[in-house]
């Protein structure tokens, strides 16, 4: 076949900052620092500083493919090392801090990180860890030598000092776009946490669908607040994304409670802002105890929500209350993380409130760049009619193929697809709608109750701050539906008035058997509700009819 004659010029993630420096050099990214001063900077500035991160991490021997953790907020210092260390030819390896102490040393040990950088906040960690780390040749604290604490953590440098010896004189290499950029490792509820590796070609083309108009539509107009981490998921892609489209980024630092995050949301006038469920529920009760007034107060026009299902009620509250459109997402760390966009249609024009929660709902819509099909337990691909539901795969250049060191084991099928472990259906129109984990879902008389539909329900009402689902044993059915609520602090609520309230809104077969009230719930390390915890929690919980 005769090939086109187009120039072959890879796609690097040092070629982001490049334009970004070039056509947005004064598009700002503003943090909130480990220090505690507010901190503004601009491309311009990000990539200046990214090529003496580069000269100085060359200058120490670091080659490509090297690994070089970080364990540190979101902020400008760590935007500069996404793109010095990817840039470099080097690969990025962000560290959730919410691991276990134990988990962060397998992941270090397993990666054979060179360098470790981290924010201020995580000095008690790293000193707790450093001996454990044999790989690992320097510890850079990313803050300059006023604020250098005093502790024990061997082979310790200071990030300004690694800069300012160096000047910004660095030629970006180039190489084979398909070259490893960076490296996050999944949350590993169950067994060890497993490496995902993204590589060059994979990022720039995952920030062309983030950018989208039917993906998350940003461009140099948006003002974005960054609520979701830089160590889950890349932060959703943002900081390569916003360099892509000239956004100006919004990076709160260590502060996630809902005060700071409103401060941030009114003081830098955001206009949209991206963060999993459990941070906008903080928002939303400091809202609420406050009493403010978002709709006068600030300019926020949409909040994309994922990681976890974005309940209606959610919706509701922000389009009301904030004047804000929620765009409901969907991905995880195995696919960069873009999977689905809940974005309207036109025939959507004319749908009232009501409708259109209907919609949002939903996880949305494939973006181009990932096929999308559900299966039954034989593999046989299952209608899109909104109805079936079956195993969630998916195809795409930003999805993973396997895991990092697992050698030989391919996560794919033999079409090539990756079974995501998620239960979903798929409408005419194309929206999917994810019912549940596999794992989590429960099977009631050979039919499959969805945990995430009771959740959402139940969350819908005014006296539940939190509610999971779990499937308790029952003698009859194998298993019967438990709901767990944690109540909003000084509200009343008892079993019979929430199942009196869930009565009507699902099917009645799905009504479960037992509330029991709790404190608290608990949550991975990328907050999510920890189903597997809860159910050893009530091992032995015995519902009412099946004592
Ligand atoms: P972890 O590190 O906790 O595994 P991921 O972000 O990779 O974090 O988790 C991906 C999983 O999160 C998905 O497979 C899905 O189960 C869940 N998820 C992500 N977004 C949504 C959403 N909008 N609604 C429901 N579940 C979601």
Known sequence: MPKGLMQDRPLLISSLIEHAACF??????????????????????????????????????????????????????????????SGMGAVLHTINPRLFPEQIEYIVNHAEDQFLFFDLSFVPLVERLAKALPTVRGFVVMTDREHLPECSIP??????????????????????????????????TTGNPKGVLYSHRSSVLHSWAACATDGLAIGAGETALLVVPMFHVNAWGMPYAGAMCGARLVMPGPALDGKSVYQLMRDEKVTLALGVPTVWLMLLQYVDAERLTPKEDLCLRR????????????????????????????????????????????????????????????????????????????????????????????????????????????????????????????DADGYMQITDRSKDVIKSGGEWISSIALENAAIGHPAVAEAAVIGAPHPKWQERPLLIVVRKPGQALDRESMLQFLAGKVTHWWLPDDVAFVDELPHTATGKLHKLRLRELFRDYRLPHSR
Request: overall charge negative; aromatic content about 10%; proline content about 4%.
């Open 303 to 426: 909040v994309v929500i994922g990681g976890s299902s974005a309940p209606r009620a959610m919706s509701e509250r922000f389009e009301t209350t904030f004047g804000a459109f929620v765009v409901h997402a969907w991905g995880m760390t195995e696919m960069s993380p873009l999977g689905t966009v809940c974005n309207l249609l036109p025939k959507h024009g004319g749908y009232t409130l009501e409708q259109r929660l209907g919609i949002q709902e939903k996880q949305g819509r494939a973006v181009y760049g990932v096929e999308m099909k559900i299966v039954d337990d034989d593999g046989a691909s299952l209608p899109h009619d909104g109805m079936a539901s079956g195993h969630l795969l998916v195809r795409g250049p930003w999805i993973t193929c396997g895991y990092y060191r697992d050698e030989g084991t391919s996560a794919l099928d033999a079409a090539g697809f990756f079974d995501t472990g998620d239960v979903a259906t798929i």
């Open 155 to 188: 082979r310790l440098l200071c990030y300004e000092e690694l800069l300012d010896a160096q000047t910004s004189d660095y030629l970006w290499p180039q190489f084979d776009e398909t070259t490893a950029s960076s490296l996050c490792y999944t949350s590993g």
């Open 24 to 85: 947005h050099p004064h598009a700002e990214i503003v943090s909130r620092t480990t220090e505690g001063p507010i901190h503004r900077c601009t491309y311009a500035d990000i990539h200046r500083r990214a090529k003496q991160l580069a000269n100085a991490l060359e200058v120490r021997g670091v080659g490509p493919g090297d690994r070089i953790a970080t364990l540190a907020w979101n902020g400008y210092r760590h935007m500069e090392l996404y793109y010095g260390v």
